[in-house]
């Protein structure tokens, strides 16, 4: 949740801006949109109550409002801000107080000291923030020791730095710090209200905040108890030392010097948690490299062309494998016909032999089509009877009306499918009967017998067959298949890798080296068969056909093709900002985190994800991944030995691994309450953040010049 404890809502003093005044319906509607959920209003030597109640009440299910002042200190002769935010719950008196100081008094020209200011405000249960170092104009280390020593509880003294870097070197240094948004403009409030403080534990009222300034442990525990657990044993090393963890639905983390079990810990929670039916393994950055994990050489990669919305041209491949010639009737069959005289009497009276045989061709086509149309309306009247969801969505009366059609429809072509099967059969049993009745006669008579078609019919078909064929084949060859892109991960400021796969069908042109065979083919036979089939077109109405149709059966591999999913190529690789991209090893570890992270898991067990990545990339994309995987309610249980990771996550729960004395003991603890606890009580407590800094590598930077997330 994020806080922002310096809200101006006014233009106070002749050099505020005219931008800082903003009206009740604004200001809600800002802050609607953002993720503030605490905001203190700090107008200059100046409070409004009514707007305070207005602005409270109007953002009251959504953000908690607190009153609050910016006054002008003038201490040692020296003039700056103090910010003071009095308990809501105190609102009306602090009204008071604040009227009684400023009557008849000029914003620009007023002051204060802070001896006034403490007898004025410090029975209101107030937090008190002095601008600080580069934060002009600012309060000296003299007059905030004045401050510290004349307020009644000193924890409530916070510096006020002017950003997230700033406040974690005076966190760093062990000063209690903070910042705030101070907006000159609400147009840009949203964007700015991005860069505020998070706090990780969800603060429920100011009485709450407090105690957690104080680090009240009472306090902690209680929030801390609202976030789901579970206590877990595991025996990661002997059946003597068992280890008993909370881990919470949120970060959990691992940290202590090398060798102290942190991976064996990891190893136990996973077979814990697979024992309870979780799918769980611990990642490894040094387990898999991203080339494999992309399968980038494809070997796993499988398609067929029919995904892509293209014909397999099965059959026309199989035909154009097996067709053979048709031959036409030679005259010289006519010619041994009639030169032979027919004595036979019989023969003479039988008129069927004289009958020319019917053309199949349209018989058998007309059956094929209305077959094919008979098939798909039963197909769609099973879908409408079978799917009872269209109930939902579909009027029941609609529904039957269009079932009955449908089988009108269905009864018409059944009857048209039995005319159509009829005639076919009719013109194949009289072609069958007048070809046996001429065999028989010429073998009972010894007259030749005349030929019963020319067979010029045939011949053409079958030319114009392979024509269609190589075409259809030849047009889907040539159709182009839109690439695939998948999301790879992020590579922070470079931008998004992505792994795309190239496919390509070869039509004899693709000479690539970059390109493989998608299915079980090489290379060759692909293009042989490409080249084969235009010559096959080129031939079609030449004697040479048969010759190229020959060639074509004769390539070396030709029975690997039989669809046009085996002439698919593919070419597999990474992108970035749409150009080619080889990553590093390190950026292949920053993929493969972010693609770990990136899975919607229940459970993340992670060893040592800093390996091969840089700070700005922790900072910048992992930690925030995993917050947003903690606010989702998921495990996270992280290994490290970098404090990016350990320090600027927040963790709800940090176990510290530590050798001493020959031996090996566990604490736990968190950043809010800063201790580490032995889970059997067995040493003495100690400071998180010393040993944070201490055992940590970058530790003292992830708390300092360096921090981006601010907690304390």
Not at 574 to 597: Q, R, V
Request: charged share 30%; hydrophobic share 35%; proline share 3%.
């Amino acid at each position: 949740m994020k806080i922002d404890i310096h809200v101006h809502t006014r233009k106070v003093k002749s050099g505020d801006a005219a931008t800082r005044n903003i009206e009740k319906d604004d200001f809600v509607d800002i802050i609607k949109d953002s993720e503030v959920k605490i905001l203190a209003i700090t107008n200059h030597n100046h409070f409004d109550k009514d707007q305070y109640e207005n602005f409270r009440d109007g953002v009251s299910t959504i953000c908690q409002i607190w009153p609050g002042i910016e006054l002008d200190i003038l201490e040692n002769g020296k003039r700056a801000h103090l910010i003071i935010i009095c308990n809501p719950k105190n609102y009306e008196e602090f009204n008071q107080h604040v009227n009684e100081i400023l009557d008849g008094q000029n914003p620009d020209s007023f002051t204060i000291s802070i001896k006034e200011i403490v007898e004025r405000f410090d029975s209101l249960d107030c937090i008190y923030i002095a601008h600080y170092m580069v934060k002009k104009p600012n309060l000296g280390d003299e007059e905030l020791q004045i401050l510290i020593d004349s307020v009644s509880n000193s924890k409530r003294v916070l510096k006020e730095a002017t950003n997230a870097i700033s406040a974690g070197i005076y966190i760093s240094h062990g000063h209690n710090s903070i910042y705030g948004s101070d907006v000159h403009d609400w147009r840009d409030y949203i964007k700015i209200s991005k860069t505020l403080p998070e706090l990780r534990l969800p603060v429920e009222s100011f009485e709450q905040f407090c105690l957690l300034l104080e680090k009240d442990e009472a306090t902690i525990n209680t929030i801390l108890d609202k976030k789901v657990k579970e206590s877990i044993d595991v025996v990661p090393f002997t059946a003597a030392e068992i280890i008993r963890l909370d881990i919470y639905n949120d970060i959990n983390i691992l940290f202590g010097s090398k060798g102290t079990g942190k991976t064996e810990i990891l190893e136990a929670l996973s077979k814990y948690f697979n024992a309870k039916g979780h799918r769980t393994s611990v990642y490894k950055s040094n387990d898999n490299h991203l080339n494999d994990v992309f399968d980038i050489r494809g070997n796993s990669f499988n398609c067929d062309v029919s995904e892509y919305g293209i014909d397999e041209c099965e059959d026309e491949i199989t035909f154009l494998k097996e067709v053979t010639e048709e031959e036409v009737t030679s005259l010289s069959k006519y010619l041994l016909h009639f030169s032979v005289e027919e004595t036979n009497k019989i023969s003479q009276k039988l008129k069927i032999k004289n009958i020319n045989q019917e053309d199949e061709t349209k018989s058998l086509r007309s059956l094929g089509e209305i077959s094919e149309i008979l098939q798909e309306f039963q197909e769609f009247k099973n879908y409408v009877e079978e799917h009872e969801k269209l109930n939902e969505y579909v009027n029941s009366t609609l529904l039957a009306e269009l079932i009955e059609i449908f089988e009108k429809i269905i009864l018409q072509l059944k009857e048209n499918t039995e005319i159509n099967f009829f005639e076919n059969k009719s013109i194949r049993f009289l072609n069958n009967l007048v070809s046996t009745f001429i065999t028989e006669i010429s073998k009972k008579t010894g007259q030749p017998p005349k030929p019963s078609k020319t067979g010029f019919s045939d011949y053409s078909s079958n030319r114009i067959k392979i024509e269609l064929a190589a075409k259809k084949i030849l047009r889907n060859i040539s159709k182009n298949i839109n690439h695939i892109e998948e999301y790879a991960g992020s590579l922070g400021i470079k931008g998004d890798l992505k792994c795309n796969t190239n496919l390509k069908l070869q039509d004899g042109t693709v000479s690539d080296s970059n390109y493989s065979p998608v299915k079980n083919v090489r290379k060759r036979p692909q293009k042989d068969f490409s080249n084969a089939l235009r010559l096959i077109l080129r031939f079609v109405n030449s004697h040479e056909l048969f010759s190229k149709i020959s060639e074509l059966n004769e390539i070396d591999g030709i029975d690997t093709i039989n669809t046009l999913s085996d002439l698919l190529l593919k070419y597999r690789h990474f992108t970035l900002n749409n150009n080619l991209y080889n990553p590093s090893n390190g950026e292949s570890s920053m993929i493969l985190l972010h693609k770990e992270l990136m899975e919607d898991k229940e459970i993340y067990l992670i060893d040592e994800p800093e390996k091969s990545l840089g700070n700005d990339y922790i900072n910048d994309v992992i930690v925030p991944l995993l917050k947003e995987k903690a606010l989702l309610g998921k495990k996270i249980i992280i290994a490290t030995h970098d404090a990016n990771i350990a320090v600027r996550t927040l963790p709800y729960n940090s176990i510290y691994r530590l050798h001493d004395a020959n031996q090996y003991f566990t604490l736990t603890g968190n950043p809010f309450s800063n201790l580490l606890k032995c889970i059997y009580n067995s040493r003495p407590e100690l400071d998180w953040k010393e040993i944070s800094m201490k055992t940590l590598e970058g530790g003292k930077e992830a708390f300092g010049e360096r921090g981006k997330i601010y907690g304390n």
